[in-house]
């Protein structure tokens, strides 16, 4: 059974940090990208970012570049996101989804890493509030 666990959200004050977790299982890593979307309340689900497993290529949007940093646990099957200089409109319910791309040609995170179309599996979400 196929299996994405966040976890690490939260309250903090803006300007803090926090740092989520994705915790796959069920299915072969390497084989995947792990993308992180997040939605606030009445606004459309987001591409975040994305990390392809088996080279490790990433992309971010630009909302969130230079403050957000995924990264990866092999031996874990995990995928972090660290969030920091976080912003009251970081607000939203953040979600990580996997989407296999062994059969992608190019460079899947650049470009297709933020559509969720292409995502297979979905986690439950984490809760992450910024307070001014």
């Known amino acids: 059974e196929v299996q994405l666990v966040e976890s690490g959200g939260g309250l903090v004050q803006a300007g803090g940090s926090l740092r989520l977790s994705c915790a796959a299982s069920?299915?072969?890593?390497?084989?995947?990208?792990i993308g992180w979307f997040r939605q606030a309340p009445g606004k459309e689900r987001e591409g975040v970012s994305c990390?392809?497993?088996?080279?490790?290529?990433?992309h971010y949007a630009d909302s969130v570049k230079g403050r957000f940093t995924i990264s990866r646990d092999n031996a874990k099957n995990t995928v972090y996101l660290q969030l920091n200089s976080l912003k009251p409109e970081d607000t939203a319910v953040y979600y990580c989804?996997?989407?296999?791309?062994?059969?992608?040609?190019?460079?899947?995170?650049?470009?297709?890493?933020?559509?969720?179309?292409?995502?297979?599996?979905w986690g439950q979400g984490t809760q992450v509030t910024v307070s001014s």
């Open positions: 990390l392809k497993i088996s080279d490790g290529s990433t």
């Open positions: 069920g299915f072969t890593f390497d084989d995947y990208a």
């Open positions: 989804a996997a989407a296999s791309v062994s059969a992608y040609f190019g460079s899947f995170c650049q470009t297709s890493g933020g559509v969720s179309e292409w995502y297979d599996y």
